[in-house]
């Protein structure tokens, strides 16, 4: 038996783990060999290899396009680590940023997103220009993804997560308001009382506006009427600009949209509790040097403009 696995491991090419990864996460021979710069033909020669080495089909007919078959789907997380570790083998001992080559793919939220990564990215561009930022949304099971090795890095505004996933906080955010600036609430005072007898909007992506702020009125007995729900943050400036609705939103993104539009960023007359903006990696990545490189870039980009939270 071990002289048999000696020789199954002998037939092994790295490259053909790389392209077996691409074949997976694209699910298309074509997008698979543009991805690795291959033509077609020579990708098409690698899965035949790669099915005869696994002896599976991996990837079948599925209407125009490619399905992973159950064993090419068992083989995500475990190739996901091979590779991962054979990178690494192939590292300098010190990480050099300005010689960088390559990919980090980071989940992130609509807000991370516009708030953190404009104070980041200049700083990626100047300090690691050979190194690619690939941004995909957070969703509920991005730390599956970070676990299995399909996302490096996540900046997002949780700090629970499984085992196995490491956090840092980058800085703790408040809620506030913005309105046009012509609106007569900016001379008059945003009181709570105002803030209710206004027409708000809400950004959501489900339907359903902040919990955090409908739980915090119904204990006060309130609540406010929401006349318009927004699927993006990116669309607000404009609508909240020419109405006289009133729109809750995080402070910092509250005043990064203020500056694309002619918007007045006010107070909050409700007690909000400070909610955390955090890094989230896998514990396999927590000593990979350009990951590592990475998070302190983001730490030290965000503290250099972290304003102190009022309570």
């Given at each position: 038996m071990a002289m048999q696995n000696a020789n199954e491991i002998g037939r092994l090419d790295l490259n053909l783990l790389v392209s077996l990864q691409a074949l997976l996460e694209e699910g298309s021979v074509t997008?698979?060999?543009?991805?690795?710069?291959?033509?077609?033909?020579?990708?098409?020669?690698?899965?035949?290899?790669l099915r005869q080495l696994f002896s599976d089909p991996l990837l079948v007919r599925n209407g125009r396009g490619m399905a992973t078959t159950p064993r090419a789907e068992s083989l995500r997380e475990?190739?996901?680590?091979?590779?991962?570790?054979?990178?690494?083998?192939?590292?300098?001992?010190?990480?050099?940023?300005?010689?960088?080559?390559?990919?980090?793919?980071?989940?992130?939220?609509?807000?991370?997103?516009?708030?953190?990564?404009?104070?980041?990215?200049?700083?990626?561009r100047r300090l690691a220009p050979g190194l690619?930022?690939?941004?995909?949304?957070?969703?509920a099971h991005s730390h599956e993804r970070l676990a299995q090795g399909d996302l490096d890095l996540a900046v997002h505004a949780e700090e629970t997560a499984p085992s196995g996933i490491f956090h840092r906080r980058l800085f703790t955010d408040r809620h506030a308001?913005?309105?046009?600036?012509?609106?007569?609430?900016?001379?008059?005072?945003?009181?709570?009382?105002?803030?209710?007898?206004?027409?708000h909007a809400a950004v959501t992506l489900t339907?359903?506006?902040?919990?955090?702020?409908?739980?915090?009125?119904?204990?006060?007995?309130?609540?406010?009427?929401?006349?318009?729900?927004?699927?993006?943050?990116?669309?607000?400036?404009?609508?909240?600009?020419?109405?006289?609705?009133v729109l809750t939103l995080p402070r910092r993104l509250a005043k990064r949209l203020a500056g694309s539009a002619d918007l007045?960023?006010?107070?909050?007359?409700?007690?909000l509790p400070l909610f955390p903006v955090s890094l989230a990696w896998h514990e396999r990545r927590h000593h990979d040097r350009a990951h590592t490189w990475l998070r302190g870039l983001v730490a030290e980009?965000?503290?250099?403009?972290?304003?102190?939270?009022?309570?």
């Open positions: 997008r698979a060999a543009k991805r690795m710069g291959m033509t077609q033909p020579a990708m098409s020669h690698s899965l035949a290899r475990p190739l996901a680590r091979v590779l991962s570790d054979a990178r690494r083998l192939m590292e300098p001992r010190e990480f050099e940023p300005g010689l960088a080559r390559g990919a980090m793919r980071l989940g992130v939220s609509e807000y991370t997103a516009l708030v953190v990564l404009p104070l980041v990215l200049p700083a990626v690619r930022l690939d941004l995909e949304p957070w969703r308001c913005v309105v046009r600036a012509g609106h007569p609430v900016v001379a008059q005072g945003l009181t709570l009382g105002r803030y209710l007898e206004l027409d339907g359903a506006g902040p919990e955090d702020i409908h739980a915090a009125l119904q204990r006060t007995g309130r609540e406010r009427e929401v006349v318009l729900r927004i699927p993006s943050f990116l669309a607000a400036p404009a609508l909240i600009a020419s109405t006289d609705l007045a960023v006010l107070e909050l007359p409700l007690a980009e965000m503290g250099r403009a972290e304003e102190p939270p009022s309570e």
